[in-house]
């Protein structure tokens, strides 16, 4: 059977594949078999992958099989996340379900697609040259990221950078960017329209809610970027705009630390890291205000 586009499954439909017999998603570069009964995962599945093809026959290949799946205790209902059976983490609480499903699928790649060099980074590109923005949660890296994304970078993912220890080549992930606390209203307010997910309160990042990536990131997931640029971003409150040049040397053992599974590559990953950090222009920046953030990159870019 051919896929359709999962807009196109009428949302009784989405919410009875996904209870029963699962729906097989792509998310390139990969498809994942996802199921749930919870209503708030097939809320955020038909919202956020609403252009990504799907099937709903049983039987195919996918990459991954995950499901949410309530756990159900006096006064304090709960969720699981399995893959293939198996629970990797502890339950969260029941309104946590689709977040815990993007988290979980976050789990499932750096945990077992050791083909790439996994890096915790976002990247987007824009006339084929892409930026790695590597940084710590807290950083402000999510809401530059969707910020970018609204003005015309192409998103190839929100949390890893997927590095090709070959020829030093990105691929895209494209998958809804996670926005936190204050950054789910600044974003809000820069684009009144964006799609958003199911949001969930009080969790251990505080306020989680997803955002749908642009048509045209979806579109062009199967196409690979070259790094240009290495920034690594923090928001400061109150400050002034900086981007400063940062040691090479820095910047590789940054790269190192925030790889997933450089150990599974060794000597090879090390190196394919040291030449991607030799090739690019490597920056700290410091921002408070998006519009200025935009600029800066709108120069670099040249």
């Known amino acids: ?87 990797p983490f502890t339950p969260l609480a029941y309104d946590e379900a689709y977040a815990f499903l993007e988290w979980g699928l976050n789990w499932c790649i750096t945990s077992h697609c050791h083909n790439w060099i996994t890096l915790h980074a976002a990247v987007l590109e824009r006339d084929g040259r892409a930026v790695i923005l590597p940084a710590p949660p807290g950083s402000g890296k999510s809401t530059l990221c969707a910020a970018l994304m609204l003005d015309g970078w192409r998103l190839l993912s929100d949390e890893m950078a997927l590095l090709d220890p070959q020829d030093g080549l990105l691929t895209a992930s494209p998958r809804p960017i996670s926005l936190k606390n204050a950054s789910i209203d600044i974003i809000g307010r820069r684009a009144p329209g964006a799609v958003m997910g199911p949001v969930a ?42 981007l400063t040049p940062r040691r090479k040397a820095d910047a590789l053992l940054n790269l190192h630390r925030n790889s997933f599974n450089h150990h599974v590559h060794g000597r090879q990953g090390f190196e ?31």
Not at 276 to 301: G, I, K, M, N
Request: aromatic share 8%.
């Open 272 to 302: 394919a890291l040291a030449d991607v950090v030799a090739r690019c222009e490597v920056f700290d920046l410091h921002y408070s205000h998006l519009d200025e953030a935009l600029a800066c990159f709108a120069r670099l870019r040249g």
């Open 1 to 87: 059977m051919s896929p359709r586009l999962v807009q196109a499954v009428p949302p009784d439909a989405l919410r009875t594949a996904l209870r029963t017999a699962g729906l097989y998603l792509r998310m390139d570069p990969f498809v994942v078999h996802v199921s749930s009964p919870i209503a708030k995962v097939a809320e955020g599945v038909g919202r956020l992958y609403a252009a990504h093809e799907c099937w709903t026959e049983e039987g195919r290949f996918a990459d991954f099989h995950v499901s949410v799946r309530p756990q159900w205790r006096p006064l304090r209902p709960r969720c699981v996340f399995e893959m293939d059976g198996h629970r």
């Open 201 to 242: 309160l009080d969790t251990l990042k505080g306020t989680v809610c997803h955002m749908q990536v642009s048509a045209d990131s979806t579109a062009r997931a199967t196409e690979r970027a070259t790094p240009a640029w290495i920034v690594f971003p923090r928001y400061v409150a109150g400050a002034d705009l900086t």
